[in-house]
């Protein structure tokens, strides 16, 4: 037996783009075949609104799944068999698709949906679940109908040349096709948030690029390491990444060496968005992207983060900013980052923490601090000793 098998692949968000819808289905068509490019003999084409991958029955499918599950775009997948469009064939291959059930599921109770995209053809919905249902009852002695709580439901998708048969819809991250919302700068640390953040934008279709910075001999080669391994699993949904790196420590230095304690952080901070918006310029990033969150520490008041933009001209995107810490946390687990990130390395914010940090920081009082730094110089120097890293997908 070598005949092929079947993914639906459903394309939520992307289908109501109106005039758009074809581009980004294009799109979204294109990342599902880079996703899996590693599998031989896979095909991607979408007709009649669905994406159907097509893939030769030696491969996994619960691999071909998760590849296809990674890209976002993807609202649902539903491993299918194919017949003709008449109800003799129709039923034919109900039976095998239950009888292959029962044999690995164990289902015993079942309910047909069944749906008519192709209007001409001559049974109506309803009437096509009764006999289809009645067809398979005959079929695989073991089964009973159950309307109200089935084992399983058995999906019919009548359309013009054929017909999809079905029982699972695997959720999908849904959200936009990558490359389709432009390329944001994500501010990486080895923490839970930053990952996250770059996730979140990255499933609105945005490309991404990395910056992080070390404080290096401060923090180890070590704790690069781990944020290296972190943008890897980033790239895994969102492709290579590149990322500079920079040591952040001539200019933690400077800033301890002229201005008040209290508040080094909120200055390192006005530092970290400077350098960021220079290497976003460079990669052709419009936005900066960093792991924020409304109230989670001193340099994350309303107050701080109103002196931490306002150095800056790109706008900075903070798609954690409301979210609750647990709620970032189930987002990381989701993903796969947790793990990684709660890895204890150090940091280069924990360099230098202040004991008693600012929490409402006043503009003027920042700025006469900055007076007494070169910025323009310390932010050209760290620029120019980015080191650059390419993350591939782990
Ligand atoms: P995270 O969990 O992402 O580290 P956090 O809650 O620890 O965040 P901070 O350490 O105050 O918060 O950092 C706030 C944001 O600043 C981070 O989410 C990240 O975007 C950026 N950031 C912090 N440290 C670094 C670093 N070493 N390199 C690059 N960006 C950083
Ligand atoms: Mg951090």
Same mark, same amino acid.
């Given at each position: 037996?070598?005949?092929?098998?079947?993914?639906?692949?459903?394309?939520?968000?992307?289908?109501?783009?109106?005039?758009?819808?074809?581009?980004?289905?294009?799109?979204?068509?294109?990342?599902?075949?880079?996703?899996?490019?590693?599998?031989?003999?896979?095909?991607?084409?979408?007709?009649?609104?669905?994406?159907?991958?097509?893939?030769?029955?030696?491969?996994?499918?619960?691999?071909?799944?998760?590849?296809?599950?990674?890209?976002?775009?993807?609202?649902?997948?539903?491993?299918?068999?194919?017949?003709?469009?008449?109800?003799?064939?129709?039923?034919?291959?109900?039976?095998?698709?239950?009888?292959?059930?029962?044999?690995?599921?164990?289902?015993?109770?079942?309910?047909?949906?069944?749906?008519?995209?192709?209007?001409?053809?001559?049974?109506?919905?309803?009437?096509?679940?009764?006999?289809?249902?009645?067809?398979?009852?005959?079929?695989?002695?073991?089964?009973?109908?159950?309307?109200?709580?089935?084992?399983?439901?058995?999906?019919?998708?009548?359309?013009?040349?054929?017909?999809?048969?079905?029982?699972?819809?695997?959720?999908?991250?849904?959200?936009?096709?990558?490359?389709?919302?432009?390329?944001?700068?994500?501010?990486?640390?080895?923490?839970?948030?930053?990952?996250?953040?770059?996730?979140?934008?990255?499933?609105?279709?945005?490309?991404?690029?990395?910056?992080?910075?070390?404080?290096?001999?401060?923090?180890?080669? =070590?704790?690069?390491?781990?944020?290296? *391994?972190? $943008? &890897?699993?980033?790239?895994?949904?969102? #492709?290579?990444?590149?990322?500079? !790196?920079?040591?952040?420590?001539?200019?933690?230095?400077?800033?301890?060496?002229?201005?008040?304690?209290?508040?080094?952080?909120?200055?390192?901070?006005?530092?970290?968005? =400077?350098?960021?918006?220079?290497?976003? *310029?460079? $990669? &052709?990033?419009?936005?900066?992207?960093? #792991?924020?969150?409304?109230?989670? !520490?001193?340099?994350?008041?309303?107050?701080?983060?109103?002196?931490?933009?306002?150095?800056?001209?790109?706008?900075?995107?903070?798609?954690?900013?409301?979210?609750?810490?647990?709620?970032?946390?189930?987002?990381?687990?989701?993903? &796969?980052?947790?793990?990684?990130?709660?890895?204890?390395?150090?940091?280069?914010?924990?360099?230098?923490?202040?004991?008693?940090?600012?929490?409402?920081?006043?503009?003027?009082?920042?700025?006469?601090?900055?007076?007494?730094?070169?910025?323009?110089?310390?932010?050209?120097?760290?620029?120019?000793?980015?080191?650059?890293?390419?993350?591939?997908?782990?």
């Amino acid at each position: 037996m070598n005949e092929e098998k079947i993914l639906i692949v459903r394309c939520g968000e992307v289908a109501l783009k109106g005039m758009n819808k074809p581009y980004f289905e294009r799109v979204l068509v294109e990342r599902i075949k880079r996703n899996l490019k590693e599998f031989h003999g896979v095909t991607v084409k979408r007709t009649e609104g669905l994406i159907f991958v097509r893939y030769p029955h030696d491969i996994a499918q619960n691999k071909l799944i998760h590849q296809v599950g990674k890209v976002f775009g993807v609202s649902s997948i539903s491993p299918a068999v194919e017949s003709e469009s008449n109800m003799e064939s129709i039923a034919a291959e109900a039976i095998k698709f239950m009888d292959e059930n029962i044999a690995a599921h164990g289902t015993k109770t079942f309910k047909v949906e069944a749906k008519r995209a192709d209007k001409a053809f001559p049974i109506k919905s309803p009437d096509i679940a009764r006999q289809i249902g009645a067809e398979v009852l005959k079929g695989c002695k073991v089964l009973s109908v159950d309307v109200h709580k089935p084992d399983c439901h058995l999906f019919v998708d009548v359309r013009r040349d054929k017909t999809y048969i079905y029982r699972d819809k695997i959720q999908g991250f849904g959200g936009l096709p990558l490359g389709t919302n432009g390329k944001g700068m994500v501010l990486l640390s080895g923490g839970i948030d930053s990952p996250v953040a770059a996730w979140m934008m990255a499933k609105r279709g945005m490309l991404i690029e990395a910056i992080h910075f070390h404080s290096y001999p401060y923090t180890s080669p =070590r704790a690069q390491k781990k944020v290296e *391994e972190l $943008a &890897g699993i980033v790239a895994s949904y969102c #492709g290579r990444i590149n990322m500079s !790196v920079i040591n952040l420590l001539p200019i933690q230095e400077e800033i301890v060496k002229n201005c008040p304690e209290d508040e080094t952080t909120i200055l390192v901070r006005r530092f970290m968005m =400077r350098i960021g918006e220079r290497m976003a *310029e460079k $990669a &052709g990033a419009m936005m900066l992207i960093t #792991g924020e969150n409304l109230g989670q !520490v001193a340099s994350q008041t309303a107050e701080a983060l109103v002196v931490t933009d306002s150095c800056v001209k790109m706008p900075v995107m903070r798609p954690l900013i409301a979210m609750d810490k647990v709620d970032i946390m189930d987002k990381a687990k989701e993903i &796969g980052t947790y793990e990684k990130s709660i890895e204890p390395y150090e940091d280069c914010c924990t360099v230098f923490l202040p004991k008693h940090p600012v929490t409402k920081p006043k503009l003027e009082n920042i700025l006469a601090s900055e007076a007494k730094l070169d910025v323009d110089k310390l932010v050209e120097e760290a620029v120019n000793s980015a080191e650059n890293i390419s993350i591939y997908p782990n």
